[in-house]
């Protein structure tokens, strides 16, 4: 039995020793968003939050996060459906293109942006979003978008301060 918070909500699930955390999310909790890209943690498509920290999820066992708190791409909007700045700044700066690497490339871009409050350069999101892969795209718009992001959520920072 795996007992954790997902996205905000406790859930309490049978699971046999074996089964991923990816599994877990899609196919016990129907949690889609967190995609299966590679099977081996190459692409980043898996990407979720345990605990605050991202984690690829295609390496991690489910009973592995027992009494953790787990944050999907889904857990990110707001409960008006209002999408969470990264979220916007990924749609504003056309960091996307067939979607398939973009909720494990936020969810790995706001662990990044959580661990530098300080501020990155678009070289240095480069570097620190090199686990992830995107197929589409020469990722100049993700930096874009992430770049984007940083200034949004420094300014939320500033008006809740």
């Given at each position: 039995m795996l007992t954790c918070s997902v996205n905000g909500t406790s859930q309490s699930v049978a699971?046999?020793?074996?089964?991923?955390?990816?599994?877990f999310l899609r196919e016990k909790l129907g949690l889609t968003g967190t995609h299966v890209g590679c099977d081996t943690s190459q692409c980043g498509a898996c990407v979720v939050h345990?605990?605050?920290r991202s984690v690829k999820s295609c390496t991690m066992l489910a009973l592995q996060a027992?009494?953790?708190?787990?944050?999907?791409?889904?857990?990110?909007?707001?409960?008006?459906?209002a999408l969470h700045p990264m979220q916007a700044a990924f749609r504003d700066h056309h960091g996307l293109q067939?979607?398939?690497?973009?909720?494990?490339?936020?969810?790995s871009a706001l662990d990044l942006l959580a661990q530098n409050p300080q501020g990155l350069s678009d070289r240095e999101i480069r570097e620190g979003l090199e686990g992830n892969l995107c197929r589409c795209t020469g990722y100049h718009n993700i930096v874009r978008a992430v770049s984007a992001a940083q200034s949004a959520l420094r300014e939320t920072d500033r008006q809740a301060a």
């Open positions: 699971v046999e020793g074996r089964t991923l955390l990816v599994e345990v605990n605050g027992e009494s953790a708190a787990i944050t999907t791409i889904e857990g990110l909007a707001a409960p008006d459906g067939c979607g398939f690497c973009t909720p494990g490339m936020v969810m």
